[in-house]
């Protein structure tokens, strides 16, 4: 018959988990490797004009697309 554990033991690394562990860390750097890469130059400054009566709403092209699908 085996002995109980003791509270005072500490509890070892098994090898499930370990495998477990890699497992889930190599499918972390795959999924991160897959991810696009922004550079700095892909991304533009946005400078618009302070709205001169409030709010700032602007009709853009976006909008106007969704204006177009609304319509009966």
Do not use: C, N, W
Request: no cysteine; proline share 12%; hydrophobic share 35%.
């Amino acid at each position: 018959m085996s002995k109980p554990p003791r509270p005072s033991d500490k509890p070892s690394l098994s090898r499930r988990t370990l495998f477990a562990g890699v497992g889930t860390a190599g499918a972390v750097a795959a999924a991160a490797s897959l991810m696009p890469r922004v550079q700095p130059e892909d991304i533009a400054p946005v400078d618009k004009p302070a709205p001169t009566r409030g709010g700032g709403y602007s009709l853009t092209d976006h909008v106007k697309q969704y204006y177009k699908t609304t319509l009966i």
